[in-house]
T-cell receptor
């Protein structure tokens, strides 16, 4: 089946630094990638939708200058959290449309100290 | 109109029992209804999905019941096992238009041995 590989699985960074999260579609081409954020015991909240070769579409309330998304190829999309602060600590998950459904990455636990 | 309402928020079932989780939606354009299982620290994994042309779909111990007129769908887990303990999310999308998934709030299922 379709696999989306997400790295790193967990990262701890200092406040004010930037962190990059990568998602790769291993056996299919991901024209569209979705990025979610999930707080403990809550549902997934869509942050942005990215299409290969074009600018990402951000959901209302999501700062596009803080959460930079790049989808430069059909197999790689990246989310960069810039100038991270403790409130950005969360679980970030990517997803891609594959075949008849959606495949999710394994998630990245970001802790900003 | 984009919301998907899920209940209950949490569910405790004895081993061997039936777990039932319900979802309701408003958008009649939704045409794809998946259920995801998520373990702590992991991304969601597709469990089973249904499209509105059928009223029921069964895969092993998991069954989706779909009521188009009531705009409701439910997940039944037969012979529930402790290994089924996880968070379950229903979702919906307008697959034909390539739209994103709209998630329910999630149900924390605990199966006691």
């Amino acid at each position: 089946g379709a696999v989306v590989s997400q790295h790193p699985s967990r990262v701890i960074c200092k406040s004010g630094t930037s962190v990059k999260i990568e998602c790769r579609s291993l056996d299919f081409q991901a024209t569209t990638m979705f990025w979610y954020r999930q707080f403990p015991k809550q549902s997934l909240m869509l942050m942005a939708t990215s299409n290969e070769g074009s600018k990402a579409t951000y959901e209302q309330g999501v700062e596009k200058d803080k959460f930079l998304i790049n989808h430069a190829s059909l197999t790689l999309s990246t989310l960069t959290v810039t100038s991270a602060h403790p409130e950005d600590s969360s679980f970030y998950i990517c997803s891609a449309r594959s075949g008849g459904g959606y495949t999710f990455g394994s998630g990245t636990r970001l802790t900003v100290v | 109109q984009q919301q998907v309402k899920q209940s209950p928020q949490s569910l405790i079932v004895q081993k061997g029992g039936i777990s039932i989780i319900n979802c309701a939606y408003e958008n009649t354009a939704f045409d794809y209804f998946p259920w995801y299982q998520q373990f702590p620290g992991k991304g969601p994994a597709l469990l089973i999905a249904i499209r509105p042309d059928v009223s029921e779909k069964k895969e092993g111990r998991f069954t989706i019941s779909f009521n188009k007129s009531a705009k409701q769908f439910s997940l039944h887990i037969m012979d529930s096992q402790p290994g089924d303990s996880a968070t379950y999310f229903c979702a919906a999308s307008e697959e034909t238009s390539g739209s994103r998934l709209t998630f329910g709030e999630g149900t924390q299922l605990t199966v006691n041995p």
